[in-house]
């Protein structure tokens, strides 16, 4: 009888130790987190640019909007006659505010011609070893903000990258 009532015992007692150090070691109520920064502090310190330019005007509308492209671009990487490996970028637009619709009304034109940037950029290279390092990006955002710029004029503040994979074979 003693042997069956001992597991119960030890069960209950860590149970109950358990429970009362997780009381214990419950931290206090935590503040509601500011709305407009979930993080806490000022993740851009020093960057009171960016945080100007997302900020509304006096009339309340935002200074740009963003245009994410519809679809993810696919660019293979092709070495000798061989495709290597093929990489995947998903890109916003950052336009002035109310040129969405422009953008994707003329969105074809622009798939072309960042399609061309990108492959550009992987004949160049761009896409081996470590694609992701911050020279290849700043190239590859430059070629395709130089693309968008002659498409759509100075509605273009930049693009972002808002993805990118590589799936080597």
Same mark, same amino acid.
């Given at each position: ?10 069960? !209950?007692? %860590? ?5 009362? &150090? ?5 931290? *206090? #109520?935590?503040?509601?987190?500011? &709305? *407009?920064?979930?993080?806490? $502090? ?5 960057? *009171?640019?960016?945080?100007?330019e ?10 740009? #909007?963003? &245009?994410? !492209?519809?679809?993810?671009f696919? +660019? ?6 061989? =495709?290597?490996?093929?990489? =995947? +970028?998903?890109?916003?637009?950052? +336009?002035?505010?109310?040129? @969405?619709?422009? +953008? %994707?009304?003329? $969105?074809?034109? !622009? @798939?072309?011609? /960042?399609?061309?940037?990108? /492959? ?6 761009? /896409?081996d070893?470590? %694609?992701?390092?911050? $020279? ?5 955002? @430059?070629?395709?903000? $130089?693309? &968008? ?5 100075? =509605? =273009? ?8 994979? @590589?799936?080597?074979?």
């Amino acid at each position: 009888m003693i042997k069956k009532l001992i597991p119960i015992i030890l069960i !209950l007692t %860590f149970g109950g130790a358990g429970v009362a &150090a997780g009381l214990m070691l419950k931290p *206090e #109520e935590v503040a509601m987190l500011d &709305a *407009e920064n979930p993080c806490g $502090e000022n993740p851009n310190k020093g960057d *009171e640019k960016a945080k100007e330019e997302s900020k509304p005007t006096k009339d309340g509308t935002e200074k740009y #909007e963003y &245009a994410k !492209l519809n679809n993810q671009f696919i +660019v293979p990487v092709i070495k000798g006659d061989i =495709v290597r490996s093929v990489v =995947v +970028v998903a890109l916003s637009l950052e +336009v002035t505010a109310g040129s @969405r619709d422009a +953008v %994707f009304q003329i $969105e074809p034109k !622009l @798939r072309d011609s /960042f399609l061309q940037a990108l /492959f550009d950029h992987a004949s160049r290279g761009g /896409f081996d070893g470590a %694609f992701a390092n911050t $020279e290849n990006l700043i190239r590859m955002r @430059r070629a395709l903000k $130089e693309n &968008a710029t002659k498409i759509l004029g100075d =509605v =273009v503040n930049d693009v972002l990258v808002t993805d990118i994979a @590589r799936q080597d074979n």
